[in-house]
């Protein structure tokens, strides 16, 4: 199947990927997917390093498994390094030294091809120690473990505090400038973005995490440490309106959230589902730490993988685990007020793109389906004439399916 997705770049403006859902909704293969096949000039974004994001291509070779990349600094498209002229880390990112390293290595990216703000913070152990409650925000050892943010759900990586001790412009905050290892990549990354947008170049500028866990939206206190939207990231890139374009949202059939608990092993960390259930098996202790992760909007119920299994018709039994922690991620039914708020929230003067994934969630033999058309698949259609009938309201066009894992398991339209 051969795509072509040049309708998403506007010479001169930034297209945004953002995720309309919880997160985790395949951003990083929509991204991917994106870039792949159209003509772009440079990326950018502010991530931090609490969120994940997935790319796996097709083989390049017959009876040979596809690249695989997982991303917590770069852009999906990272590893195109012979497409782009170069990939731009904003001021508001957090970033995690070795996760970066390892990206930069395992995509084989050159310097020149790398622009990193000065003002970009690290990401520091006692960040991460804080977080899980071992510390208190100096870095001091507690005697007892404390709150941290765990018990809203977070991931601990610890960008909550590395923000804060920027704001505060305390001495014991890492900047990107204060690193030897970076200083060939640092540049004035907004004036460089500008000039490029200005000279009629095509730019992607990604969002992590998802709109609802916006920090000053409805769902506060089980949120990410800052908003989730168009006009957050660009201030985030310290990039004026002007320069936002096309939008496409990302959303998931059966929205997630991370798993409520945190599980603490012998040493005093925390564990990933594999290790508990080896704890288990070997019959040893471990701490369980009660949390939430958040609720859903009022029109969403939370589910279980067994009924998706069930309902989509999967011989193999469907469950997911977070990118970063490793747990199972609790699951809901789809929400229209969600769709309808993270149009409203997102807008440009750009066109408003949807584009949905997990289709396989719904019926399961759609998986990998690549092509312009679910007419095979009655139960996609039904699902989508159910919960997508408001989009000519919100101006808002359904340009993508997302069939399978693979970057080009897609439909589009």
């Not at 995720?19 to 792949?36: Q, R």
């Not at 001021?91 to 310097?111: G, H, K, Q, S, T």
């Not at 460089?192 to 009629?200: C, P, T, V």
Request: proline share 4%; glycine share 8%; aromatic share 12%.
């Amino acid at each position: 199947m051969a795509f072509d997705t040049d309708f998403f770049f506007t010479p001169g403006k930034l297209s945004i990927v953002a995720d309309g859902t919880y997160g985790s909704s395949g951003k990083g293969s929509l991204a991917s997917f994106l870039t792949e096949h159209a003509d772009y000039q440079f990326a950018c974004n502010t991530f931090s390093a609490q969120a994940g994001h997935w790319v796996r291509l097709d083989p390049t070779e017959p009876n040979k498994p596809g690249r695989t990349y997982f991303y917590q600094s770069l852009n999906s498209c990272a590893y195109q390094k012979d497409k782009y002229e170069k990939l731009y880390i904003g001021p508001d990112a957090a970033i995690e030294f070795p996760a970066l390293m390892r990206e930069i290595e395992e995509n084989n990216i050159p310097v020149k091809k790398l622009g990193i703000h000065p003002l970009c913070t690290i990401l520091q152990d006692k960040d991460s120690a804080y977080e899980r409650g071992e510390v208190d925000y100096e870095g001091n050892p507690l005697s007892n473990r404390g709150d941290g943010t765990m018990k809203f759900g977070s991931t601990a990586h610890g960008v909550a505090p590395c923000r804060t001790r920027k704001m505060l412009r305390r001495q014991d905050t890492i900047l990107a400038k204060d690193f030897v290892a970076l200083e060939e990549m640092i540049c004035d990354v907004e004036r460089e973005i500008m000039d490029r947008l200005d000279k009629g170049q095509k730019g992607l500028l990604e969002i992590a995490q998802g709109f609802p866990l916006s920090l000053n939206y409805k769902f506060y206190p089980a949120t990410t440490s800052r908003n989730v939207t168009v006009s957050a990231a660009l201030d985030g890139m310290m990039l004026p309106p002007i320069y936002a374009g096309n939008v496409m949202l990302n959303f998931r059939t059966f929205p997630i959230r991370i798993a409520n608990d945190k599980y603490i092993g012998d040493d005093g960390k925390f564990l990933t589902w594999a290790e508990i259930q080896q704890y288990d098996k070997e019959d040893k202790k471990y701490q369980i730490y009660k949390g939430t992760s958040g609720g859903w909007y009022d029109d969403q119920e939370e589910t279980t993988w067994e009924e998706i299994t069930k309902s989509s018709g999967a011989v193999e039994k469907i469950q997911e685990l977070t990118s970063v922690t490793k747990m199972p991620r609790r699951v809901a039914t789809w929400s229209k007020q969600c769709l309808i708020d993270a149009v409203k929230y997102n807008r440009t003067h750009g066109r408003m793109f949807i584009s949905i994934n997990f289709l396989n969630y719904v019926q399961n033999d759609i998986l990998g389906y690549r092509g312009d058309s679910i007419k095979e698949f009655p139960k996609c259609i039904e699902w989508i004439n159910k919960n997508l009938c408001d989009l000519d309201k919100l101006s808002a066009e359904l340009k993508i399916l997302g069939t399978g894992p693979k970057t080009d398991d897609k439909i589009l339209f």
